[in-house]
């Protein structure tokens, strides 16, 4: 890669630079010390195989007195010089929206501009900034941007779960400064005080776009602690008491639903109040399983699931505080003040981060807890701002997410094979650092609404899935196969019944069991390389068809899916498979008929597999592999 890890910041109101200050190589990158005791470390790792690059800055005051003041820090401060002479090349901006508004998940217009892709041009000397919205890091806007100059490009991910900022600005015609760090930073370093800030993820490739977000997919793929088989298939199972738990799994073993695991959410805490999950959100800060509803403390559920053959996966919110609740009560200390409704806590407390450790422990340990659901739903940024002390802006911010990282750390390092599903009103907190340690299971909270439009949640999948690997899809339309597959993903929820919804019919039963059985086959390709082969957008005439492919190159097989809206007038449709080895066969069987025909790869390369979908509302699967 072309690009020299740099950052830059000010340093007693000036810029910081290098006559004053000793510069040494060592094991992780350079360390830059200044007379003062002002320690900054540059912590670089190269990705040779993928031409990419990542690095953090880490500072520490090593003197017994206060720092001076560190402010404006730009994490990167970097150069791409994108052609030897690119002065008369376009440069394109790839950036792509985050979680909207909540009132948008009302609309399926407003919902299905999530993660969507927007083209930028980027000519000379103009500067383009994005940021976003209240302090979690894909809320609004997603921290990963693509750069593109002719057949070159370069991706960049920044890695702050808070409120980071980046922008992007073409100098001397063929060079594009990169400036990406937290929004709000300066402050001064107590006597022995170490902190960090953001991180910055660079690949450069040759090539097409697919190529290159395949290249980060599998980088992404590499940094994280998860294997794709252990991420989670779940039934999900909320706002219920202990004997509706039972008899929803008793009916789940019956008609051979099988799963991986049961997934309980909100509403299993509490003292009492409200039946089921009505009153969730007032019961957090009240952290006990809730007598009246599961007089067992979850345990026979927990014993029926294992019995059925499922792990358990809790869902637990524990970083907001509902007034009144016990812990607002026996703590107020250890909460930031009012911020509408509720009281954010003061995870940047060293010892709030231990309490929350060890509560979380107690439940994990109490109720064999395989996949810990940690949601997320307000937004800090205000909270953290205003109780700022004098020059220690961007302080509370920095200790807060510093202590999440280490409280999944932990978490991690206690139990290895644990997974961490990070929601945050669905995928608030996605960006490359939780990416190393968590999973967004339940990205986006569009599927809270049980009668979402199908094609919203395909038209997500284009924006989404060219950077992250490692995510989930969840369905509540049972007995439905187009909407099923439509939310398939490297992890899957299969919510078609909970609360009160009616008990299942028995043909409901048996489709729940044909596509969990048929998810299950197809799971180990939804992590894999993703083509994108046809991209009509969402509109309300339902018009189009959409269609992708995910491929396993070291296998040399794959599955496209392909899916005919209710509006479309076109029985068939023909897709390029690239990137397959021209000269040898390929057998493609179409997994609901198990028609199998075959192919030279040559031939799907340059002509195209043909599909036909006879009906509207229907989808096709095919799984092709070389022989």
């Known amino acids: 890669m072309n690009i020299t890890p740099q950052f830059s910041l000010n340093y007693k109101g000036k810029p910081f630079g290098l006559p004053s200050v000793t510069v040494t190589n060592t094991g992780y990158g350079r360390e830059y010390r200044l007379p003062d005791g002002l320690c900054i470390e540059l912590h670089i790792e190269e990705y040779k195989e993928y031409n990419a690059a990542e690095w953090s800055l880490w500072f520490e005051n090593k003197s017994e007195n206060e720092s001076g003041l560190i402010s404006d820090i730009c994490d990167c401060d970097a150069l791409w010089c994108f052609a030897p002479d690119g002065k008369k090349t376009a440069v394109t901006l790839y950036e792509t929206t985050g979680n909207t508004s ?61 409120q980071w900022r980046a922008s992007f600005v073409r100098e001397d015609g063929d060079v594009i400064r990169i400036k990406t760090g937290l929004e709000y930073t300066s402050f001064k370093l107590r006597p022995g005080e170490r902190v960090r800030t953001s991180s910055i993820l660079l690949l450069e490739y040759e090539g097409s776009r697919v190529d290159g977000s395949n290249a980060f997919r599998r980088l992404i793929k590499k940094r994280s602690p998860y294997k794709p088989e252990e991420l989670p298939f779940a039934l999900e199972g909320m706002g219920m008491n202990t004997e509706k738990h039972l008899f929803h799994i008793e009916n789940f073993k019956k008609h051979g639903v099988k799963a991986g695991y049961y997934w309980i959410d909100a509403g299993w805490y509490g003292k009492g109040g409200e039946p089921g ?234 489709h729940m069991a044909k596509m969990c059985g048929e998810y299950r086959t197809l799971q180990p390709y939804f992590s894999c390389d993703f083509y994108p082969l046809e991209n009509p957008g ?48 390929y057998s493609v069987t179409d997994i609901d008929t198990k028609e199998e025909k075959r192919y030279k790869g040559k031939d799907l390369i340059n002509d195209g597999l043909t599909v036909t979908i006879s009906e509207r509302y229907q989808s096709k699967i095919f799984i092709y592999k070389a022989i």
């Open 102 to 162: 909540y009132e948008s998940y009302l609309y399926e217009d407003q919902t299905a501009t999530e993660f969507s892709v927007h083209e930028r041009s980027l000519p000379l000397n103009l500067r383009r900034e994005y940021r976003p919205w209240g302090g979690r890091s894909c809320s609004g806007q997603m921290p990963f941007f693509e750069l593109r100059a002719k057949d070159r490009g370069l991706i960049a991910a920044v890695g702050w779960s808070g």
């Open 538 to 585: 969402w509109s309300p005439d339902h018009g189009g068809w959409a269609a992708y492919r995910y491929d396993r190159p070291d296998l040399c097989d794959g599955i496209v899916m392909a899916f005919r809206r209710s509006g479309s007038n076109c029985e068939t449709s023909r897709y390029k498979l690239v990137n397959l080895e021209p000269e040898k066969t």
């Open 277 to 510: 999950a009505s009153d969730w959100y007032k019961q957090v800060g009240n952290w006990q399983v809730r007598p009246d509803e599961h007089p067992d403390g979850l345990l026979d559920v927990v014993a029926a699931a294992r019995d059925a053959g499922m792990k358990f996966l809790l869902w637990m919110e524990p970083e907001r505080v509902y007034p009144g609740t016990d812990l607002a009560i026996a703590h107020p200390e250890w909460l930031y003040p009012l911020d509408g409704f509720y009281l954010l806590l003061r995870l940047d407390f060293d010892e709030v981060r231990e309490y929350l450790f060890d509560m979380i422990c107690g439940f994990i340990d109490r109720l064999d807890i395989k996949c810990f659901r940690m949601d997320f739903n307000m937004e800090p940024l205000q909270s953290w701002r205003i109780t700022d002390e004098m020059y220690r802006g961007g302080m509370n911010e920095i200790k807060y997410v510093m202590n999440l990282y280490k409280l999944w750390d932990d978490l991690r390092a206690k139990y290895p094979r644990l997974i961490i599903d990070n929601c945050a009103s669905g995928g608030r907190r996605i960006d490359i650092e939780s990416l190393k340690r968590t999973v967004p299971v339940w990205k986006t909270d569009a599927y809270c609404e049980p009668t979402r439009d199908p094609d919203v949640v395909q038209t997500q999948i284009f924006g989404f899935n060219r950077f992250v690997p490692y995510s989930g899809g969840v369905c509540k339309k049972p007995g439905d196969t187009y909407a099923t597959r439509s939310a398939y993903a490297p992890a899957y929820v299969g919510s078609w019944w909970w609360t009160d919804r009616p008990t299942p019919t028995e043909e409901q039963f048996d």
